[in-house]
């Protein structure tokens, strides 16, 4: 009885939007919280990691950026999606990090920081031959994305591996919409000559 109360209880939880989650866990109901943690922390922990390039240091970092979320809640404003909302505190969180942590602290908007990232492709049944080549393709993409500026390899992954629109991006990074788009326009263009450049043709 005790599992069928806790997945009814889960169903029901997973049926709440965020905004309402944050409206439970305002009032005072830890599950409501707990379930926005549930949704988020995966793809914030893989966001961090990219962004650190440290398994370890996007585990702490994640937990301090759940706490300051949790403490922030009653200053979260409805008018934003929540999702952007808790990726800047990531963002900030992530930079902030960065910089304690480096011998030439500089913003990740400076063309010329360095670090590690990946992006994911979503594979679908494949035959291993098919596999091989796009752990090939993957791993192709992964280096030419380290090899872009720190400012333009972040707009990549958070609108390419987070999926976030051109609007949220601006919202998380604090620039200018104009300038999101024409960084990642440079970004791609970045990336097709390296790609050009390294022998794959028709990009």
Not at 13 to 21: I, K, P, S, V
Not at 85 to 91: D, E, G, M, R, S
Not at 142 to 170: F, M, N, W
Not at 172 to 201: Q, Y
């Amino acid at each position: 009885m005790t599992i069928i109360a806790n997945a009814l209880k889960l169903e029901k939880l997973n049926a709440l939007t965020d905004g309402e989650l944050v409206a439970k866990a305002i009032a005072g109901r830890e599950d409501g919280f707990e379930e926005l943690v549930r949704r988020y922390q995966r793809p914030i922990t893989s966001y961090v990691y990219r962004m650190l390039g440290n398994y370890d240091a996007s585990l702490d970092v994640t937990q301090e950026i759940f706490i300051k979320v949790y403490n922030s809640l009653s200053r979260y404003s409805s008018e934003y999606k929540f999702s952007t909302w808790l990726y800047k505190i990531a963002h900030n969180a992530s930079i902030d990090h960065l910089r304690r942590n480096s011998s030439n602290p500089q913003s990740l908007e400076a063309e010329n920081k360095d670090g590690s990232y990946e992006l994911q492709i979503e594979s679908k049944r494949l035959s291993p031959e098919q596999e091989r080549e796009r752990s090939e393709w993957r791993a192709e993409i992964e280096t030419v994305v380290k090899c872009l500026p720190g400012g333009y390899r972040e707009l990549i992954l958070l609108r390419h591996a987070q999926d976030l629109s051109y609007d949220e991006i601006a919202e998380i990074t604090n620039l200018p919409l104009g300038t999101v788009k024409n960084r990642l326009f440079r970004a791609r263009e970045m990336m097709r000559e390296m790609f050009i450049e390294r022998g794959f043709t028709g990009m």
